[in-house]
């Protein structure tokens, strides 16, 4: 039904990038419910061609509702239904062979079958691949999710990668761009296609991606020789000495409300910095069932993502313990003052130059090895993209008005009344699809369930 007969819908709020539909943006403020969290996600809302509100549902309702409210909509405006396409016919003709065939492994599918589905689907796509485009993307998806329960994680890709490719204007484009995310590092669930399934690990399952692997090797060379860099032995963290200082915190081009009001912030001690995140390797020594040896040990670079917040207190007391170091998480103003490296007022860690492939990691499907990019200013690393990093601070929309214009070492406690839904505040933005790229900015504000670590100390 949603092939033949869907509503047009822009999803400009995420895919055009924030700040680029005012209109929409409005209309999700003013039908929000009372009292509801800023930072929940908005309904799925119905519009007309004259973007008139027609219908909507709660942004958690079952894909059965979902269903139900479009047939429902259409039902009372067939108006605004495209012309229907035969070839793309989700109703399923059951004397067609085919279709027959394709309802009945989908319903086996349904019951509960998974990577034992893998042969018939693909015995399905040699008969009618190329006869049938509607239900070939139906199958690739299927056979995809079938290969991925089986451990067969290349071949999953590739069939997804199909459907992206000759595909892209199906509906299920879309879950197949998803499901082709790391499901290790992307900061959403899993669709519920991967569900129950063993997730790859990058190293084992899957290959490790550095973009330059040459200026990486030297970069890591270049820190062993330059003495702002202390290694510390225990660990083998690599901290960097950051400065005391005042600057301006939050966006002078903000893309949420949560940005603002900008502050005049000093932070009154100089402190030191991982250069990176705390990576596989080392959390391997912290909690090794979480973190298997890789076979490639470039793995084991990779910045620890998807970390839940008592997880990540837990590995700075045993780093602290490790190194004879009081470590914590950084607040979020000395995250964003080093981020900026101590460049004013601009967008991002290098300036104000738009984000690009070769500045941070933003589009592939997997996060890559610690040091992969240029160090900001301070000579931190990935500060932006890549994965996103737990600061000290609970969550509070307001968090900004809540201390003067001017302030010294602010920090929103763990305890503060305004902290929502028990939700702490994430750094740095992730990587996985285009939209990532205006997630990497110094001032962005995200609450978490799952971060990285990246710690800080005094002297």
């Known amino acids: 039904m949603i092939a033949t007969a869907f509503v047009p819908v822009r999803f400009s709020l995420m895919l055009s990038g924030p700040g680029s539909d005012d209109a929409g943006r409005r209309l999700v403020v003013e039908t929000r419910p009372p009292g509801m969290a800023a930072i929940r996600p908005p309904d799925l809302l119905v519009l007309d061609p004259d973007a008139q509100l027609i219908a909507r549902l709660p942004f958690d309702a079952s894909a059965e509702e979902t269903l139900d409210l479009l047939r429902r909509v259409l039902a009372a405006r067939p108006d605004l239904a495209p012309p229907r396409d035969p070839l793309a016919d989700a109703a399923y003709d059951l004397d067609d062979p085919r279709q027959a065939r394709l309802a009945e492994l989908e319903a086996r599918w349904e019951s509960g079958e998974r990577a034992s589905l893998a042969p ?157 995140p705390v990576t596989r390797g080392l959390w391997r020594r912290f909690r090794p069932g979480d973190a298997p040896a890789p076979l490639d040990l470039r793995a084991d670079d990779l910045p620890m993502a998807e970390v839940s917040r008592q997880d990540a207190l837990a590995c700075v007391d045993f780093l602290c313990e490790l190194d004879g170091h009081r470590y914590r998480l950084p607040t979020e103003a000395e995250w964003e003052y080093a981020a900026r490296g101590g460049l004013t007022g601009k967008a991002h860690p290098w300036g104000d130059e738009p984000p690009e492939p070769r500045l941070c990691n933003f589009d592939l499907p997997q996060p890559v090895p610690v040091a992969s990019y240029p160090a900001n200013g301070y000579g931190l690393f990935e500060m932006v993209g890549n994965t996103q990093e737990w600061v000290a601070d609970a969550f509070a929309e307001d968090a900004y008005s809540r201390t003067p214009a001017e302030v010294v070492d602010p920090v929103v406690n763990e305890g503060d009344e305004g902290n929502q839904g028990g939700l702490f505040v994430a750094r740095g933005g992730f990587t996985g699809l285009s939209f990532c790229r205006h997630w990497t900015r110094n001032a962005l504000r995200l609450a978490a369930h799952r971060a990285s670590v990246r710690v800080v100390a005094f002297d």
């Open 120 to 276: 018939a689907l693909e015995e399905w796509l040699a008969r009618n691949g190329e006869t049938w485009p509607h239900g070939t993307a139906v199958a690739l998806n299927l056979l995809g999710a079938a290969r991925y329960h089986g451990g067969d994680f290349a071949g999953a890709d590739r069939a997804w990668e199909q459907v992206v490719e000759r595909h892209a204007a199906h509906p299920l484009s879309h879950r197949a761009r998803y499901n082709r995310l790391d499901a290790r590092s992307w900061p959403l669930r899993p669709s519920p296609d991967l569900q129950g399934a063993r997730h790859p690990w990058i190293g084992i399952d899957r290959p490790v991606i550095v973009p330059d692997e040459a200026a990486r090797d030297a970069r890591m060379a270049a820190v062993a020789r330059d003495p702002r860099y202390r290694k510390l032995p225990a660990s083998g963290l690599v901290l960097v000495r950051i400065p005391a200082g005042s600057f301006t915190m939050g966006a002078s081009d903000p893309k949420f409300p949560r940005e603002r009001p900008l502050r005049q912030v000093t932070l009154s001690r100089p402190f030191w910095m991982a250069a990176w």
